[in-house]
């Protein structure tokens, strides 16, 4: 059984970068076929895919947060992070990791982190 | 980016009715790339349907998804007190991946 479970601050100051990491178990992040995902959800919004990294290093961005964003793979700990720069208060949201899980040919998002609120506040 | 509209914004049932939730994409979205998923409050999205058909692993049969092109349908065919909860359609087949606004099922 997959599981992902968030971990980071919960407060980040404006400006500053937000560094989340998601811890997986049950799968093992060099496995072809999975995306590893993050995407977050504003207070009592809907949800907004962040990007992915998938375990050749490849990434793909939402344009909107793209000059912002880097994620990276640690095989060593099978973890996978997200970092997001210049902060404001728009982009305090609950931060999910998923698995994109396109093996077969589909592709759905079937495992999830419970997620991490992330305040941004001075 | 294909934006997916949801409707109706909330949908009022009792326990034992069927409930019919649209998704309509701005843009054709393949089959094998419509999802459908769960969430109730404080707790992350579930997947109930993917490929727009296909039911995820441990979904009861009472759900069901339907549809190709631009417009998906997800039915309930008898609503139990667990399945009250908000409902998002999602696209993967065109980065950004989007998700619809969400439709709240509530007694």
């Known amino acids: 059984q997959v599981q992902l479970q968030e971990s980071g601050p919960g407060l980040v100051k404006p400006s500053q970068t937000l560094s989340l990491t998601c811890t997986v178990s049950?799968?093992?992040?060099?496995?072809?076929?999975?995306?590893w995902s993050w995407i977050r959800q504003h207070p009592g919004k809907g949800l907004e895919w962040i990007g992915y990294i998938y375990y050749s290093g490849t990434t793909d961005y939402n344009a909107s947060l793209k000059s912002r964003i880097a994620m990276s793979l640690d095989t060593s700990k099978n973890q996978f992070s997200l970092k997001l720069s210049s902060v404001t208060a728009a982009d305090t949201a609950k931060y999910y990791c998923?698995?994109?899980?396109?093996?077969?040919?589909?592709?759905?998002?079937?495992?999830w982190g419970q997620g991490t609120l992330v305040t941004v506040s001075s | 980016e294909i934006v997916l509209t949801q409707s109706p914004g909330t949908l009022s049932l009792s326990p034992g009715e069927r409930a019919s939730l649209s998704c309509r994409a701005s843009?054709?979205?393949?089959?094998?790339?419509l999802g459908w998923y769960q969430q109730k409050p404080g707790q992350a999205p579930r997947l109930l349907i993917y490929g727009a058909s296909s039911r995820a692993t441990g979904i009861p049969d009472r759900f069901s998804g339907s549809g190709s092109g631009t417009d998906f349908t997800l039915s309930i065919s008898r609503l139990e007190p667990e399945d009250f909860a908000v409902y998002y359609c999602?696209?993967?087949?065109?980065?950004?991946?989007?998700f619809g606004q969400g439709t709240k099922v509530e007694i």
């Open positions: 049950g799968a093992s992040i060099s496995s072809r076929g999975y995306y």
């Open positions: 998923a698995t994109e899980d396109c093996s077969g040919n589909s592709c759905y998002f079937d495992h």
């Open positions: 999602q696209q993967t087949g065109t980065s950004p991946k989007t």
């Open positions: 843009q054709t979205v393949s089959s094998s790339y």
